[in-house]
């Protein structure tokens, strides 16, 4: 292996419903069809060297996934992703890559940003329900595994939880009241991302969440169980939720991009050692 | 997508429900066109899970061969698990595809590909979530034309009252010659409505279609005779044989599924036929005669298939892929091809002899040496005389020493309980097989680290082989035979930790084997059994032995039938049997004489090495056996890129 790749990976539209499992499959492919000079694990059955950093739910969308791709040759990154981006179904899209710089990719990487549509879901109503969870000190849900049901507290993790107004002049893409300025890559994502679907004219609530990645994970599933818990809000149809952002979180709130450690150090696309 | 769209009504369901990308779409290779400028539209549909037929060979061919056709727009659907059809039914989402979500009762043609007999309750599920009346007699020109296909379409009688039609064979052809007809019957206004186009299907005498026949009964129950019910229909009805398979390249665009499937490999069938002549095998009975594709043709495939799908692992697939002509060839020039590529090739090796050993070695120069499986069926080598499975003792214990003495650790060998003539010892034969086979394994590596594995379901007599005449042995029988071979496996200790042991149930083989030599009078039991619940029953968990019985006895028996009747009972040379008029090209005189040599233990050797033994199939199709070799070499291909 001669040089790490960093990409940055969005799952949209109706391929939110791939699981980690799935993706994984597809950017072993697509790296194969795309001829990228992957370098393989050494040993008795070799595998691509791809590495992940946590991953959305299945069923979530995301525009901030992240992976680490092994080549063994170097390469302009931008040529990677477009080569990756182009054998990708639609809806698996490679936004971002760059030369990975010193330092891991998981430990730049501690909370991630939601944003949660609930349509038929009263903004209010939301918005009292929001209230009490913020509230309260501890909420503790349930949520089934494998082992059974088990107990978390959805309260903790949870960094901000506001119920985002739309606002005319925004109309692609609501502000959530104090504005988050992330990253400028990820502001500009934001406004791709469609209106609300299949409820027409009716409510639809806008949830915008900050949550710190801890164990149990605390992601917007466990936020929303929290709200049915602490004022029995019921959303009448699936939320359709999104990930916005994932980075370290500075004193001010606002989220680090990922990958811009990397994108400073690299001079030119020089491989990295 | 078009208006006709129903995904923004499925995807509120989907949150809901177990592995939500199978409903979804998006494979890579998958085609969605314009409705309207279609002339005609096919929905296909292999009736299991998304998983299980996503990767069958036979959609894909047929999903791209009618979509190379400019005026052709096919799409598939898969059977929907029960957690989604629930949601379905609560929220009258109908049954869609997967390629542009349309509702499968907007198509012209809905053909359904029947591997295997436990897929018919499915059928029925998908015809209701789509909302097409279950009796293909209440259909009206509004719904699509319900074709069957695939191996079990050889005896469809059992769902001849919920299919308009059945095409026995190869269908690449097939479904475009059907295309021509629906689309001169829609730009000719309909003449004669549904019934006019299954009329127009019929006189191809390549078209079954049910409701032109008219089946009557002796007293005793047993079928008199089957009839045409109108004069154009043909008596019988022929299947279809594609030949020259290099020019149906197919799959050339591999679908590639995001979800996960049982197959995550790119296929090529390197023949299509078998002539081998095991007398248990419906397969090679019903494809016969042996095509070949040809060494060049195979390469060109492996190659663009890679490319296209990014899959890594190849299978060489057929009947018994050992015996191409030029096999040996193939995999060496495959293996030299892709080293240190990453890709790996597999043969599916039944076949016992050593000759396969070698080219799974040659397929596994990188080092992956798992395990091989051999098929040897029948524990004796009386019984095997008897299925015409020709391997001696000594063959199979050489094979499988080389096997190990060549860096295999496991060998899995398949076997069949309740072949026609088997006694006890029959089966008991297969432990003391067992046995030798790790103690000459242990000699020839000085290693104690080779393992066996038993594999071993019950027997199914099927329509159009020479046992389709006999009698099935009944659940009871092979479970006990099943449990004697596990304690006879087990009565040497140190051998026995060395063997693992695989049975299936027989009930479930009791209901197949209803299915699958059933009559018309079967469809009452699939219904009943429908409408209680029945679903997937191909899948343990979802299967009811109890509720099958039930089901049988109330709809059977006032009719003076019954499970055991069509299951149990040994057939006379002169019975009209269900499938009779449904021509597979084997004479059924010949499948008796194979079937009175069964009993009498002789064996049939193979058409491609001795003469013609006169099966039928040649000649009554006008077709002939095509294989190599071609004395081509594999390559040049384009060097791949490294």
């Known amino acids: 292996m001669v040089q790490r790749i960093r990409i940055r990976y969005a799952k949209r539209g109706r391929l939110r419903f791939t699981s980690h499992r799935d993706f994984a499959r597809a950017l072993e492919r697509a790296v194969r069809r795309a001829g990228v000079p992957i370098a393989y694990s050494a040993g008795f059955s070799p595998h691509p060297k791809i590495s992940y950093v946590g991953a959305a739910p299945t069923g979530v969308a995301s525009e901030a996934e992240y992976a680490e791709i092994g080549l063994s040759r170097s390469g302009s990154p931008e040529d990677v992703r477009a080569a990756l981006d182009t054998v990708l179904p639609d809806g698996l899209d490679v936004v971002e890559a760059v030369v990975a710089g010193p330092g891991g990719l998981a430990e730049r990487i501690e909370v991630s940003r939601w944003r949660v549509e609930l349509p038929g879901v009263d903004p209010d109503r939301l918005q009292a329900a929001v209230a009490k969870f913020t509230a309260a000190e501890c909420v503790p849900v349930e949520r089934l595994t494998k082992q059974g049901r088990r107990s978390l507290d959805a309260r903790a993790a949870v960094v901000r939880c506001e119920v985002v107004r739309h606002d005319a002049a925004h109309p692609g893409g609501p502000v959530p009241a104090g504005g988050t300025a992330g990253p400028r890559e990820m502001s500009g994502s934001l406004s791709r991302i469609s209106p609300p679907s299949g409820l027409g004219g009716a409510s639809c609530a806008i949830l915008d969440l900050v949550v710190r990645h801890v164990t149990p994970s605390v992601r917007p599933d466990e936020v929303l169980a929290g709200l049915r818990v602490v004022a029995d809000l019921e959303p009448p149809v699936p939320v359709r939720a999104t990930r916005l952002a994932q980075g370290t979180l500075t004193e001010h709130g606002d989220i680090v991009d990922p990958l811009a450690a990397d994108r400073e150090g690299d001079l030119g696309g020089r491989p990295s050692t | 997508?078009?208006?006709?769209?129903?995904?923004?009504?499925?995807?509120?369901?989907?949150?809901?429900?177990?592995?939500?990308?199978?409903?979804?779409?998006?494979?890579?290779?998958?085609?969605?066109?314009?409705?309207?400028?279609?002339?005609?539209?096919?929905?296909?549909?292999?009736?299991?899970?998304?998983?299980?037929?996503?990767?069958?060979?036979?959609?894909?061919?047929?999903?791209?061969?009618?979509?190379?056709?400019?005026?052709?727009?096919?799409?598939?659907?898969?059977?929907?698990?029960?957690?989604?059809?629930?949601?379905?039914?609560?929220?009258?989402?109908?049954?869609?595809?997967?390629?542009?979500?349309?509702?499968?009762?907007?198509?012209?043609?809905?053909?359904?590909?029947?591997?295997?007999?436990?897929?018919?309750?499915?059928?029925?599920?998908?015809?209701?979530?789509?909302?097409?009346?279950?009796?293909?007699?209440?259909?009206?020109?509004?719904?699509?034309?319900?074709?069957?296909?695939?191996?079990?379409?050889?005896?469809?009688?059992?769902?001849?009252?919920?299919?308009?039609?059945?095409?026995?064979?190869?269908?690449?052809?097939?479904?475009?010659?059907?295309?021509?007809?629906?689309?001169?019957?829609?730009?000719?206004?309909?003449?004669?409505?549904?019934?006019?186009?299954?009329?127009?299907?019929?006189?191809?005498?390549?078209?079954?279609?049910?409701?032109?026949?008219?089946?009557?009964?002796?007293?005793?129950?047993?079928?008199?005779?089957?009839?045409?019910?109108?004069?154009?229909?043909?008596?019988?009805?022929?299947?279809?044989?594609?030949?020259?398979?290099?020019?149906?390249?197919?799959?050339?665009?591999?679908?590639?599924?995001?979800?996960?499937?049982?197959?995550?490999?790119?296929?090529?069938?390197?023949?299509?036929?078998?002539?081998?002549?095991?007398?248990?095998?419906?397969?090679?009975?019903?494809?016969?005669?042996?095509?070949?594709?040809?060494?060049?043709?195979?390469?060109?495939?492996?190659?663009?298939?890679?490319?296209?799908?990014?899959?890594?692992?190849?299978?060489?697939?057929?009947?018994?892929?050992?015996?191409h002509s030029e096999i040996a060839d193939v995999c060496s020039g495959l293996a030299d091809h892709y080293q240190g590529e990453n890709v790996s090739l597999s043969l599916p090796s039944t076949r016992v002899d050593a000759f396969n050993v070698t080219l799974a070695n040659e397929l596994s120069r990188n080092g992956r040496r798992s395990g091989l499986t051999f098929a040897p069926e029948g524990g004796s080598e009386r019984i095997r005389r008897v299925i015409n499975k020709m391997v001696s003792e000594d063959d199979l214990i050489r094979t499988v020493v080389t096997a190990y003495s060549n860096g295999w650790r496991q060998v899995k060998l398949y076997f069949m309980c309740g072949l026609p003539t088997e006694t006890d010892e029959d089966v008991l034969q297969i432990a003391r097989l067992a046995h030798e086979v790790i103690k000459a394994g242990r000699e020839a590596t000085g290693s104690k680290d080779i393992r066996c594995t038993v594999s071993i379901g019950g027997f199914i007599p099927k329509p159009h082989t020479p046992f389709q005449w006999a009698a099935q042995a009944d659940p009871q029988t092979v479970d006990r035979r099943l449990k004697l071979l596990k304690q006879e496996i087990n009565s040497n200790r140190s051998l026995g930790r060395a063997i693992g042991y695989r049975y299936h149930d027989g009930e479930p083989s009791l209901i197949e084997g209803l299915l699958s030599r059933g009559d018309r009078r079967v469809g009452a039991v699939i219904r009943r059994v429908w409408e209680q619940g029945g679903r997937f029953d191909g899948w343990s968990e979802h299967f009811s032995y109890q509720r099958w019985v039930a089901a049988a006895a109330e709809a059977l028996e006032p009719m003076g039938v019954s499970l055991e009747w069509y299951t149990l009972r040994e057939r006379d040379q002169h019975e009209v049997l269900p499938w009779d008029h449904l021509d597979s090209g084997l004479d059924k005189e010949w499948l008796w004489v194979d079937w009175q040599a069964a009993l009498a233990q002789v064996e049939q050797d193979d058409c491609r090495w001795t003469p013609c033994f006169d099966c039928g199939v040649c000649p009554a199709m006008d077709t002939q056996i095509q294989v190599g070799p071609t004395g081509r070499k594999l390559l040049p291909l384009t060097p791949v890129s490294r």
């Open chain 2, 1 to 323: 997508m078009g208006a006709l769209s129903v995904f923004d009504q499925l995807e509120p369901l989907l949150p809901k429900v177990a592995k939500p990308i199978q409903y979804v779409g998006g494979e890579l290779n998958a085609v969605v066109k314009d409705w309207d400028s279609a002339a005609v539209r096919w929905c296909l549909m292999y009736p299991d899970a998304y998983e299980v037929g996503l990767p069958n060979q036979g959609v894909q061919i047929l999903y791209e061969v009618l979509n190379e056709r400019d005026d052709v727009l096919a799409e598939r659907t898969y059977a929907v698990w029960p957690d989604l059809e629930a949601q379905m039914r609560q929220h009258g989402v109908p049954q869609f595809t997967v390629d542009a979500h349309r509702p499968v009762a907007a198509f012209d043609l809905f053909g359904v590909s029947f591997a295997t007999e436990l897929c018919y309750t499915n059928l029925l599920t998908a015809l209701d979530l789509a909302m097409i009346p279950l009796h293909a007699t209440d259909r009206d020109d509004s719904h699509p034309v319900v074709i069957a296909g695939g191996h079990a379409a050889f005896n469809p009688e059992p769902i001849a009252d919920f299919v308009d039609a059945a095409v026995l064979g190869d269908g690449e052809e097939a479904v475009l010659e059907i295309t021509d007809i629906v689309r001169d019957w829609k730009a000719a206004g309909r003449p004669g409505g549904r019934e006019g186009l299954l009329l127009r299907l019929a006189r191809t005498e390549a078209v079954y279609v049910p409701r032109f026949y008219d089946v009557d009964y002796l007293p005793d129950g047993r079928i008199q005779r089957v009839v045409p019910n109108r004069p154009e229909v043909p008596f019988r009805v022929h299947k279809r044989t594609t030949m020259d398979l290099d020019q149906w390249p197919y799959p050339k665009q591999p679908l590639v599924p995001l979800a996960e499937t049982v197959h995550e490999r790119y296929a090529v069938e390197i023949f299509r036929g078998c002539t081998r002549g095991c007398r248990f095998c419906q397969a090679g009975m019903i494809t016969r005669p042996v095509r070949e594709r040809s060494i060049t043709a195979i390469g060109e495939m492996v190659q663009n298939g890679i490319e296209q799908s990014g899959f890594n692992e190849v299978g060489l697939l057929s009947l018994s892929s050992a015996d």
